[in-house]
């Protein structure tokens, strides 16, 4: 028996990895910084002691989307629940997607789009954006109307090069779109606006929000989707039976209860991103604006990847975008603590001297 696919690799490479390295600062995967309240993880003991381990989970997770439901204001069939936004974009592949099927994506963009797209053998379109890293209208209306994709993703705020689509472009590219518009909000409580308010009734759209990072619970691997209902329906149809743990789903329903620290953690981070972005404008490197937890930059007479070697040597480690497609020489820094932002930039200044 052969261990290769029947089918070739449709450029999938060596997959998506970020280096997991033993360091005093880590700034590289945009996880949350802070530890979630110490409540909620008293809380969560609580309730796993109560979970009867030799039955399965709550296969509709129930009650957990009941409270996501009313975090946002809508009904319960809106919400769809999966392991990490991730799983929830898959869902979205495995249901809309496939052989004969067309997703677009505008690059430079997150990573996954594209790469779960090619796993589950759905064809990608890629567009581009401007030089600035803005979406191109223009060239999302290329796009749309030459391959009449099933599939649209827009990341927002754009990882990695931190900017929210504003309103109005979200709301062209909605009405542009032949098939399903997938808004991934992955740093979406960071921006100024959200594309959940355009969720309404049977319209072609959904929106990925996932508890990693200002939930503090990257560890959970939780994420989910609003979008109409009978979307989540035929989602429902396709995912694994019992897919969601117990422990997730207390994990997640009780995090929703704790929305004031949520808030304050990202407020101290949005803090530090602007003490970041007004740091590096003083450094020889060129940066873009950020509605995210993160900023991208690149460095004007050192090589990127030199840059980040000499980060590693100084025990800080940060995203090397060098030789990512469109982002030759950049490089991308999660917004830390106080304590661990000034860290980097110290050292940063170090290996830019």
Not at 43 to 69: H, K, M, S, T
Request: net charge negative; hydrophobic share 45%; with cysteine.
């Amino acid at each position: 028996m052969s261990l290769i696919p029947p089918t070739d690799d449709q450029g999938l490479g060596e997959g998506y990895h970020s280096p997991q390295l033993h360091v005093a600062v880590r700034l590289n995967t945009n996880e949350a910084p802070l530890p979630p309240p110490q409540a909620w993880v008293d809380e969560l003991q609580a309730e796993v002691g109560r979970i009867q381990f030799n039955r399965y989970p709550d296969r509709d997770a129930a009650e957990l989307r009941a409270a996501l439901a009313a975090f946002h204001g809508v009904d319960p069939a809106n919400v769809f629940c999966a392991n990490g936004s991730n799983e929830v974009l898959q869902t979205l592949l495995l249901t809309y997607g496939g052989p004969g099927r067309t997703a677009a994506v505008f690059e430079p963009t997150y990573a996954l789009h594209g790469h779960i797209a090619r796993i589950t053998r759905t064809a990608v379109v890629e567009g581009e954006r401007n030089a600035d890293f803005t979406l191109d209208v223009v060239d999302v209306k290329r796009v749309l109307s030459e391959h009449r994709p099933e599939l649209t993703f827009l990341c927002s705020p754009n990882n990695p090069t931190g900017r929210a689509e504003p309103a109005d472009v979200v709301t062209q590219v909605l009405d542009l779109a032949p098939g399903l518009l997938v808004v991934d909000e992955a740093y979406g409580q960071f921006a100024a606006w959200s594309a959940l308010p355009l969720v309404t009734g049977d319209r072609p759209l959904a929106v990925v929000r996932t508890f990693s990072k200002t939930w503090s619970m990257a560890a959970a691997r939780l994420g989910y989707l609003v979008g109409p209902s009978q979307l989540v329906a035929e989602l429902e149809k396709r995912v694994l039976p019992y897919h969601l743990d117990a422990v997730k789903q207390a994990a997640g329903r009780l995090a929703l209860s704790y929305r004031a620290e949520m808030e304050a953690r990202v407020a101290m981070l949005v803090e530090e991103r602007g003490r970041l972005a007004a740091a590096l404008r003083d450094l020889p490197v060129e940066t873009w604006p950020s509605d995210a937890n993160f900023i991208l930059f690149r460095p004007l007479h050192v090589e990127g990847h030199e840059v980040w070697r000499g980060l590693l040597e100084r025990s800080v480690l940060i995203r090397n975008c060098a030789s990512w497609p469109r982002l030759a020489g950049c490089l991308r820094v999660t917004v830390g603590t106080k304590e661990e932002n000034s860290a980097f930039l110290a050292a940063l200044a170090e290996v830019l001297a």
